[in-house]
């Protein structure tokens, strides 16, 4: 009874905040308001987003953020927390340095980088040009390619800002491995790659495996990065336009054809993605270990 | 009985905020049973934000709005209608409000608010740059290629100085392209509000003369995706020569907040091919009533409007206690009314102005025909952002091309929003 008991306040809190919004999505995405009152539309909030030529401009950006993110974002934290976890001196001091960027609210961190990239004033170009080498548009590059400079720049900003609490869990798992199975693998010869191919990313192997999920999951709902970035844009041509501004400016920001109901069933494709993404990858990792 | 109004000057504004309480507490002094509750705010609406307050439903009795809200205000069913309401016996300078102020807060034959502020298009100029530069701060350049040879002078200053500006993010870019292809004589939707229309010789001239000067003449900074708020702070910092804006920018923004001088401003007509603008994109703001108000509440935020922002010598047009207060006055805004009322309002003005007209001289003379805003404006602005931001940022766009893709799309909201 106790447990229940306990169980009521998870549970409400979820009800509310997390499973009402989601029924509430799903029943919005099949529904239409005209004139204060709403009705049933059937698939049209679909068929809408379907046809609108951004949604797959949104999704191609979103995947391109995605995979550049996990290339760049996910290996630097982990190399991070392999030096981290190497050196002799000024440990504390630099775990401090890596996770300050934490610390930072992002809209802070993001202005930062907004002042970074800027092409005429910005502290990225004054060193290109202090080089001597060629400058650039960072966000505001146009072009549409994979990838984009504009995209680019948008991943390097997000995992300055994210790799500190990547990093931290990462140097957690390492200093798990018992230091024997090291000792053992330099007795038997292995230099420094292959004590991390068979000792280090076997043993931290569930820990890299939770971090890609979460990481996938997060990057897939892409936002504040490229909104603030782009001034509340979507870059050159759409270049750094993601499926969740998509839906902010199906909801909001196109005050006068503002469309709860689009937003909601763009919203719902999103969630139906990630948790066929989510139950697929689960169901890979539970075959593995058996 | 009380009546809830917002957009009320926070005290952040001082003289504003005192202004609006003396408003509140004379007409409070005149009308006994009626009570004004103000909220306070500044902005007065972030678009975001009204969205989710007119979903909920919980706006004040008389509430602020864009002219470009009209459609969701009332999709959301959340405006009363006030027509009955509203007559030359209870809103005197009825018959003197500028049709398209009035059309923007009408739908069929229906009323649904009052409008307060409206507001054409211009040519700011920066007069110490254009002194500077050798050009003459009296004559504002009014074609394209004049604009264009002025902004190649006004940069040669170095110093980080630019000839012209413009936006390209924030939705303000495409509400400055529609407002320029205006005054080319062109149209950004088909009149019959079903197409876009911009995808013309006039869109075409307005994109061209951006791209020369942004990489030809390099009279534009490389730093682009510039929102509303931006230009007036390099306005004020005496670091850009020309950009277009409404009269307000410069009371409102550029001198009070941005710490500009007052007197380093003037303004020209809306550049065009010709010289002389064919028009203007107009809009403004207004006030509109809570669909759950009683008749009397109605009635009350009616005589409210009236007397705060329909009335020459009262209230916002009490232009001796603004310059006593020490507000710039003379400035050729807000156009609200014509006919005899206008004369009155003139007549006021002048009596206090604290600016010299002949600043705005070419602008108040060009008297450019107000167009409205286009349907879905926010929607059509948002499309054309990033158009403006490829001209600006891309050397080799291909302007052609990017009209016809944002054509497609605007075509795609008129068909949904229908």
Redesign the interface.
Same mark, same amino acid.
């Given at each position: 009874m106790s447990a229940h008991g306990f169980l009521i306040g998870a549970v409400l809190c979820f009800g509310f905040f997390s499973w009402y919004p989601i029924c509430r999505e799903i029943v919005m995405s099949f529904q239409k #308001?005209? !004139?204060? %009152?709403t009705s049933w539309a059937g698939l049209s909030n679909y068929e809408?987003i379907f046809? @609108? +030529? &951004?949604f797959w401009t949104a999704w191609k950006n979103t995947l391109e953020f995605t995979v550049l993110a996990l290339i760049i974002g996910y290996a630097v934290p982990f190399f991070v927390a392999i030096l981290l976890n190497e050196l002799r001196h000024a440990k504390g001091y630099l775990r401090c340095l890596v996770y300050l960027p934490v610390m930072l609210p992002p809209t802070s961190a993001l202005l930062l980088f907004a002042y970074f990239y @800027? +092409? #005429? /004033?910005g502290l990225f170009n004054d060193v290109l040009r202090h080089l001597h080498l060629p400058v650039s *548009?960072w %966000?505001?590059? +146009?072009?549409t390619g994979l990838p984009s400079m504009a995209m680019i720049s948008v991943v390097i900003a997000a995992t300055w800002m994210n790799m500190g609490g990547a990093t931290l869990i990462y140097l957690a798992a390492l200093q798990n491995i018992p230091g024997e199975l090291y000792d053992a693998a330099e007795l038997d010869g292995a230099g420094l790659f292959r004590k991390i191919r068979h000792v280090t990313i076997p043993q931290t192997r569930l820990i890299l495996s939770m971090l890609l999920l979460l990481q996938i999951v997060a990057t897939m709902q892409m936002f504040v990065e490229a909104f603030i970035l &782009?001034?509340?844009? =979507?870059? %050159?041509?759409?270049n750094t336009l993601s499926v969740v501004n998509l839906i902010y *400016?199906y =909801?909001? =920001? !196109?005050?006068? =054809? #503002?469309? /709860?109901n #689009?937003a909601s069933a763009l919203g719902v494709v999103l969630m139906l993605v990630l948790a066929v993404f989510s139950g697929g990858y689960l169901w890979l990792t539970r075959q593995t270990d058996r | 009985m009380t009546i809830s109004v917002d957009c009320a000057p926070p005290a952040s504004a001082p003289q504003q905020h005192k202004e609006w309480l003396e408003d509140v507490a004379l007409f409070e002094k005149q009308n006994p049973n009626i009570t004004v509750n103000s909220i306070f705010e500044n902005p007065c609406e972030v678009p975001a934000s009204f969205t989710a307050m007119l979903k909920a439903g919980n706006e004040p009795n008389v509430f602020y709005t864009y002219f470009t809200d009209k459609n969701q205000v009332l999709d959301a069913g959340q405006a009363a209608d006030i027509t009955s309401y509203v007559n030359s016996k209870t809103v005197p300078a009825l018959k003197d409000i500028v049709p398209t102020a009035l059309a923007a807060v009408t739908a069929g034959k229906t009323l649904y608010g009052l409008p307060t502020v409206n507001y054409t298009q211009g040519l700011i100029i920066n007069r110490v740059l254009f002194k500077q530069a050798g050009l003459n701060p009296d004559q504002p350049p009014t074609t394209w290629a004049e604009v264009e040879q002025d902004a190649k002078a006004i940069t040669k200053l170095g110093h980080g100085i630019f000839g012209y500006g413009d936006y390209s993010a924030g939705n303000n870019g495409g509400w400055h392209f529609s407002s320029e292809i205006d005054a080319e004589g062109g149209h950004m939707i088909n009149s019959a509000g079903t197409g876009a229309a911009f995808n013309s010789d006039q869109g075409k001239a307005v994109l061209q003369a951006l791209h020369q000067m942004r990489f030809v003449d390099h009279s534009m900074s490389p730093t682009q995706q510039l929102a509303w708020g931006t230009l007036q702070k390099q306005m004020a910092a005496n670091k850009l020569g020309m950009y277009i804006a409404a009269p307000d920018d410069i009371y409102n923004v550029i001198v009070p907040q941005d710490g500009g001088n007052i007197n380093d401003y003037g303004m020209g007509p809306l550049p065009s091919t010709s010289g002389t603008p064919a028009g203007s994109l107009s809009g403004g703001n207004d006030y509109m009533f809570a669909k759950r108000d009683t008749p009397a509440q109605i009635e009350a935020g009616i005589k409210w409007l009236v007397f705060e922002n329909l009335t020459p010598g009262v209230g916002f047009y009490n232009y001796a206690r603004q310059k006593a207060d020490g507000f710039p006055v003379g400035f050729p805004e807000p156009q609200m009314f014509t006919g005899a009322t206008e004369a009155k309002q003139q007549q006021l003005m002048t009596k206090s102005a604290t600016v010299n007209p002949a600043y705005f001289s070419t602008f108040a003379s060009a008297h450019e025909l107000a167009m409205g805003e286009p349907a879905d404006a926010q929607a059509v602005y948002k499309t054309l952002d990033p158009v403006m931001l490829e001209v600006l940022t891309n050397p080799n766009a291909n302007i052609s091309q990017l009209l016809s893709t944002a054509t497609g799309q605007v075509n795609q909201i008129l068909a949904n929003s229908g």
């Open positions: #308001s005209r !004139l204060g %009152v809408r046809r @609108d +030529p &951004t @800027d +092409p #005429s /004033y *548009q %966000v505001q590059s +146009p072009g &782009t001034n509340g844009g =979507a870059g %050159v041509n759409n *400016q =909801a909001f =920001a !196109l005050s006068g =054809a #503002s469309n /709860y #689009s | -």
